[in-house]
């Protein structure tokens, strides 16, 4: 029998054992620096390019998207997105096996689950496009992988939402009491924050007056900062649990 470098014990051990907490605080963490980094580079060293508009009128917040096309913004912003964007694939796969042990008698809650996967899904890939095809490269591809991002995850916040209802209805875990309240406390800050974003950017294309687009930059960080503590509610859902990565036992033989 061949004997390897450590026993058997040692071998099953996790290789790597954290806990959910820190993992989901980690995940938000990456893009949240991200984006608070390149405003402030671009505010301080990028001022003039970063938020100069087509109606030539005085603006004092750049947009996302002028943000993170600059130098060295646009690299910045690629790295802590491109990171995070492995752990959201995992938790979106994570939230749907956790819906399928709570409804698994529950055929329309089971069908709105698969829903909020692809939704989950299509967020992050949209989030990835409009990141890694910045608005001064192809602003065509920027502006559908921005489209996508904010149409499925306003459709996922408002699936889980009426998940979380359902769930709340049914158990009495106060954890789960709290997620929802706030899931649902952040969705429809979500969408007023959208609304309004939409309202200052057509107006400032229609009237081009001063300050309305500052208006619609300060909107458009709301909406992702709220959209990033939505997230952020994994911390209560699965806060008992840990992320492990272990190697798979070996078939034993005699």
């Known amino acids: 029998m061949l004997q390897g470098p450590y026993g058997s014990l040692d071998r099953d051990r996790p290789l790597v054992r954290l806990p959910f907490t820190s993992f989901a605080v ?5 893009p949240l620096t991200g984006l608070i980094a390149c405003l402030f580079i671009s505010l301080v060293y990028h001022f003039e390019d970063a938020t100069y508009t087509h109606c030539h009128v005085s603006n004092y917040l750049p947009s996302i998207s002028g943000a993170i096309s600059l130098v060295p ?5 690629r790295c802590c997105v491109g990171l995070h964007s492995a752990p959201r694939y995992l938790v979106s796969v994570a939230y749907f ?25 299509t967020e992050n890939t949209g989030l990835l496009l409009l990141t890694y095809v910045s608005s001064t490269e192809t602003y065509s591809a920027h ?21 979380w209802q359902v769930i709340r209805r049914h158990y009495v875990n106060p ?14 800050f979500n969408v007023g924050c959208c609304l309004a974003a939409a309202y ?8 081009c007056e001063t300050g309305v687009y500052t208006l619609f930059a300060l909107c458009e960080y709301l909406v992702v900062f709220s959209n990033m503590a939505f997230h952020m509610t994994a911390f ?7 992320v492990i990565v272990a190697t ?7």
Request: overall charge positive; glycine content about 6%; hydrophobic content about 40%.
């Open 73 to 77: 913004e646009r690299y910045i912003w």
């Open 143 to 163: 502006k559908n992988g921005f489209v996508v991002f904010i149409g499925s995850s306003l459709l996922h916040m408002l699936i889980t939402c009426r998940l």
């Open 175 to 188: 954890e789960e009491v709290r997620s929802f309240r706030w899931k649902l406390r952040l969705f429809l």
């Open 26 to 30: 980690g995940t938000v963490l990456l």
């Open 248 to 254: 798979p036992p070996e078939d034993k033989r005699y």
């Open 97 to 121: 096996s956790f819906y399928r042990g709570r409804f698994s008698k529950r055929l329309p809650e089971l069908l709105l689950s698969g829903l909020a996967l692809l939704c989950s899904l």
């Open 200 to 207: 200052f950017f057509t107006r400032h294309n229609k009237f």
């Open 236 to 242: 209560w859902d699965f806060g008992s649990k840990e």
